[in-house]
């Protein structure tokens, strides 16, 4: 059973608009939630993150939103630019001594100029 | 530079044959990991070590071992009894405790 969800398998935005990614999560123990961007034939890169106990995080045009209560996050990127195409996966961190990450199946973003 | 690397980009086995894929860090993390992606699926976990001579199974580990004998490396094997050994091979590590992990560019395994 799948603990991290991304239902939209893409996404196709204006240059300049807002991008909003979406993420869902059935595991109550994450106590952390990363965002990493991946282009085609590479390693992921970090990008955002957030802790379970706070409902923002912001950094540049990117921000990353949690509603624990719907078990949604969101990451939204301000202006959205052709560079930023790419998947972008959710994962979701267990803490304590196993500290692994759980990813979803990724989102691919397309920004058109 | 501090960072992963994984060697070979692209490697080609043909079946039956044992392949061993080669991760080394230089990050001083004591935590490594070790990922596989398929089209259109997310990363799924293979095996992790936290610390030396040390190792989990993950979510994925039927047909693969790995080794840990020292803190840089983490090296992959996949074994003639991985059924779908073609993949994206994906290795990261991290500072134990810590969520976030750091990728390598990852190996392409064509096996034919």
């Known amino acids: 059973d799948q603990q991290v969800k991304q239902n939209s398998p893409s996404l196709s935005v204006q240059e300049g608009r807002i991008s909003i990614l979406n993420c869902d999560y059935t595991n109550s123990m994450f106590d952390y939630f990363l965002w990493y961007k991946k282009y085609p034939a590479e390693g992921p890169t970090f990008l955002i993150s957030?802790?379970?106990?706070?409902d923002k995080n912001e950094d540049g045009r990117f921000t990353v939103f949690l509603n624990k209560s719907a078990k949604h996050l969101s990451l939204h990127i301000v202006p959205s630019q052709p560079g930023d195409s790419a998947v972008y996966f959710c994962a979701g961190h267990y803490g304590g001594s196993q500290g692994n990450l759980i990813f979803g199946k990724g989102t691919k973003l397309s920004v058109k100029p | 530079d501090g960072g992963i690397t994984q060697s070979p980009k692209y490697l080609f086995r043909k079946e039956g044959q044992n392949v061993t894929l080669s991760c080394e860090q230089n990050l001083n993390h004591d935590a490594m990991y070790w990922y596989r992606q398929d089209p259109g699926q997310g990363l799924r976990l293979i095996y992790y070590?936290?610390?030396?001579?040390?190792?989990q199974k993950g979510d994925i580990a039927e047909g693969y071992s790995v080794s840990r004998e020292k803190k840089e490396s983490f090296p992959l094997t996949v074994t003639s009894a991985q059924k779908n050994p073609t993949a994206f091979y994906l290795c990261?590590?991290?500072?134990?405790?810590?969520?976030?992990?750091?990728f390598g560019q990852g190996t392409r395994l064509t096996v034919v």
């Open positions: 957030i802790s379970s106990i706070k």
């Open positions: 990261a590590s991290s500072i134990v405790g810590r969520a976030e992990a750091f």
């Open positions: 070590s936290q610390i030396v001579n040390d190792f």
